[in-house]
Every structure is written in structure tokens, then in C-alpha cells.
């Protein structure tokens, strides 16, 4: 049985504008699972992600946690946003203090926690990103990316049951990309549901375990990443496939079946593994 932790049952939303960002759009997010939103510019990430802490309400439809739908009183938010830390893919759109350290502990603190629990947790997710030798500084003074961590920092020390990031790893260096990757594993081990929005479908592939693909507002695919990734109407609204996926497709039709028990390989490190096996032989450096 699926147990969804949130849900948009047939949301339609315009900006003031008249911009119609979702249309009749209903999905599911399941428990403890990590999910991936994808789609092309302007499909509705951001719009339905606003939905999903209450930024946004729906014109018509209802947005629901654990199947309650929200509470958008003031009481009901602050609940709400204790549980659900979303991090915008924007960092300009959500630091606002004057210091790093003061930012990661604003949070927090709205919490009511005691002073030195909030100091533990600022510190513990400074150094998660690797931001605890910029601690003082001005927040403006950063970079995009450096910007990036502080938000990721901010939401982490909320400890939330849920954590929303709309397209973190954009502008992060690869070494942050693969830490955030190890953050995010260990925190999806401890139980948190993890949802993120991302162009990059090889991340993707190889890190979610449901898949929600929108195009124009509407839901186009939902389900596992072969499901959905290997769909031909997703292929050409995303305009490409994973680059392991293509590989394997290809070494198919030249006799190299890389398949063990049905099992596709979805990862750079998948894939060399399969090859070892397939080959027999080990690869050298
Ligand atoms: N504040 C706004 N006012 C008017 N229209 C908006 C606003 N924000 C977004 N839109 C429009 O709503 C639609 C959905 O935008 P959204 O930002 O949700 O897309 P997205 O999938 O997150 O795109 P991206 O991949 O570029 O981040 C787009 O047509 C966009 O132009
Ligand atoms: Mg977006």
C-alpha cells in the first residue's frame, strides 16, 4: 500500500498575471521515498513546489498532507513549515539576514528551541556544507554557489520531516554536488522524504526512486525512473534520455547485454560494474 505523505488532488493555479502554471494537476509524494520532478522550463516545478508548503494556494483543487488538506491560517502554516523546509532555487529569494550564521540560525530559532540546541544544529549544518569557515560572513558578500549552501544549510538545521530543493545542485562544484548527494542519502536513511527539481536527468536516474514528469502544468509520467525515463512522449518533452540509458541501449544492439536478472544499470558506477561482469575481466586505470 502507497503511503502518501503529500498530494495535489486536481490543482489549477494562475499568477496574478493570468499565467496558467498548473492545470488539473494531481500526483502523489510517498513516504521516505526519493522523488525527482522533472520538466522543461516553465512546466511548474516551482509553482507546484510553492504549493506544497502553502506559499501558494490553489485557484481550485486542494494540496493535502498525510491526506489533511492544508491549514493556511498562520497557526497552520508555521506547523507547516516546520515539517516541510523547502529550498528555492533562487538562494536571493531566501536569505535575507546579515550574517551566514545568523540566517542558518533564523529558523531555528522561530522554532522556540533553547539557545544551545540552536547553536549545535547552525554548526552541525554549516559543516554539513562546508560553510563553517564563512560563518561570519555578510550573506551578500557570497557567491551563487556558496549562496546555494547557506539555503541548503538553513533548511537542514529546521530538521524537517520533509525537504523540498528546487534544483539544488545548480551552480554547486562537483565536489559539493557528490557531499550533498552523501548529505542527502544519509538523511533519507534517517527517514526524511526528499523531493527535488532538477534538469539533470542522470542524476535522476540514478538517485530517485519515483519520477514525476510535468509539461505545461499538467502531469505527464509518474513512476520508477524506467518507467518514465525511457517513455518516448518523456523523451521528447525532455528532449533527451540518461546518459547510462542511452549507453546500455546502445551496447545492446551490439550484442553486449548489460542486464543482470532484468536489472539495468543507472549509475556511471552501475554501469562499470556491469561491464567488469559482462567482460570478466577487470578494467585497468
Ligand atoms: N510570479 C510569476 N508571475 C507570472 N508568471 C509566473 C510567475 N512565476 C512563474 N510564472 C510562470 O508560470 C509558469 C511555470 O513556471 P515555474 O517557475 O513553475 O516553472 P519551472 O518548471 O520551475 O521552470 P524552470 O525549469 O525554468 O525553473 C511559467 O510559464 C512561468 O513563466
Ligand atoms: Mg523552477
Known amino acids: 500500500m502507497t503511503d502518501n505523505i503529500l498530494k495535489l488532488e486536481n490543482v489549477s493555479y494562475s499568477y496574478p498575471d493570468g499565467t496558467l502554471a498548473l492545470q488539473s494537476c494531481s500526483l502523489a509524494i510517498q513516504r521516505n521515498i526519493r522523488t525527482v520532478v522533472l520538466g522543461a522550463n516553465g512546466a511548474g516545478k516551482t509553482t507546484l513546489f510553492l504549493h506544497l508548503n502553502g506559499i501558494l494556494r490553489p485557484n481550485t483543487g486542494r494540496v493535502c498532507q498525510n491526506n489533511i488538506p492544508l491549514d493556511y491560517s498562520r497557526n497552520g502554516m508555521r506547523a507547516l513549515r516546520s515539517r516541510i523546509g523547502l529550498v528555492f532555487q533562487n538562494p536571493d529569494n531566501q536569505l535575507f539576514s546579515a550574517s551566514v550564521r ?24 554549516l559543516l554539513t556544507v562546508g560553510m563553517i569557515e564563512s560563518a561570519d560572513k555578510p550573506v551578500h558578500n557570497l557567491s551563487y554557489g556558496q549562496k546555494k549552501r547557506v539555503c541548503i544549510a538553513g533548511v537542514l538545521a529546521m530538521e524537517p520531516e520533509i525537504i523540498i530543493l528546487d534544483e539544488p ?40 526512486e519515483d519520477v514525476i514528469v510535468l509539461k505545461n502544468g499538467h502531469l505527464l509520467a509518474n513512476g520508477t525512473p524506467d518507467e518514465v525515463l525511457l517513455q ?5 518533452t525532455l528532449g533527451a534520455t540518461p546518459l547510462v540509458a542511452e549507453l546500455t541501449r546502445q551496447l545492446c544492439l551490439i550484442g553486449i547485454d548489460l542486464r543482470d536478472k532484468g536489472y539495468l544499470p543507472r549509475s556511471k558506477s552501475e554501469m562499470l560494474k556491469a561491464i567488469t561482469a559482462h567482460t570478466g575481466r577487470e578494467r585497468t586505470p
Open 102 to 125: 545568523e540566517d542558518i540560525s533564523f529558523g531555528p530559532m522561530n522554532l522556540g528551541l533553547g539557545e544551545s540546541i540552536v547553536r549545535d544544529r547552525v554548526e552541525n549544518a
Open 169 to 208: 545542485m545548480a551552480g554547486l562544484d562537483s565536489v559539493m554536488q557528490e557531499e550533498l548527494t552523501a548529505t542527502l542519502e544519509k538523511l533519507h536513511t534517517a527517514g526524511m522524504t526528499i523531493i527535488i527539481a532538477t534538469h539533470d536527468l542522470d542524476f535522476a536516474y540514478g538517485w530517485a
Open 232 to 236: 518516448n512522449d518523456v523523451k521528447v
